[in-house]
T-cell receptor, first 113, second 117 residues
């Protein structure tokens, strides 16, 4: 079983649509949770951290369910500029001050005019 | 402020050759990480430096890989001798000094695309 599993995608949605990404993680010791965005042939960039209470940043809403080890990302009113690969990432403390980021394979989103 | 930089952006070498990748972290960032993405797979952790010390190298695939961070500034990752399965994108990331209470965002460089023929 992979440590972080995401919807395989790709997701092709029209502009203005709402799209949801799901992710599960296997390591119950995971401490921090994130969604990263990666544009084609670019580096990953932090989109938002994810908290149990749920958090929102404009059109983006992230949710964490620790009991079921499930993370979600909702994008409302999709824009063409949202087209990218969305990476579900968890952080595990590996000791002596070191955090390892564990990545999912990513879900590719294409927003179509 | 300059971000994380990596050199070269691309490298094409033959099996058995040696390649050295370089990463310059954001100025003042004590933490430096190396990650790798092999085609079709997820990004995977390789190792973590705090200043010049290797804090965690549990992700290094084998002893053909050697990472250094002399003086706690830039880091190099040498692959010697390179094998076909080493092809992929090597990312470097840096973050500020770790504290017990907070996770510090890791900022990624643009990556080095390594192709071993």
């Amino acid at each position: 079983r992979k440590e972080v599993e995401q919807d395989p995608g790709p997701f092709n949605v029209p502009e203005g649509a709402t799209v949801a990404f799901n992710c599960t993680y296997s390591n119950s010791a995971s401490q921090s949770f994130f969604w990263y965005r990666q544009d084609c042939r670019k580096e990953p960039k932090l989109l938002m951290s994810v908290y149990s209470s749920g958090n929102e940043d404009g059109r983006f809403t992230a949710q964490l369910n620790r009991a079921s080890q499930y993370i979600s990302l909702l994008i409302r009113d999709s824009k063409l500029s949202d087209s990218a690969t969305y990476l579900c990432v968890v952080s595990v403390y590996s000791g002596a001050g070191s955090y390892q980021l564990t990545f999912g394979k990513g879900t590719k989103l294409s927003v179509i005019p | 402020e300059a971000g994380v930089t990596q050199f070269p952006s691309h490298s094409v070498i033959e099996k058995g050759q040696t390649v050295t990748l370089r990463c310059d972290p954001i100025s003042g960032h004590d933490n430096l990480y190396w990650y790798r993405r092999v085609m079709g797979k997820e990004i995977k952790f390789l190792l973590h430096f705090v200043k010049e010390s290797k804090q965690d190298e549990s992700g290094m695939p084998n002893n053909r890989f050697l990472a250094e961070r002399t003086g706690g500034t830039y880091s190099t990752l040498k692959v010697q001798p390179a094998e076909l399965e080493d092809s992929g994108v090597y990312f470097c990331a840096s973050s500020q000094r770790w504290t017990a209470l907070t996770y510090n965002e890791q900022f990624f460089g643009p990556g080095t695309r390594l192709t071993v023929l």
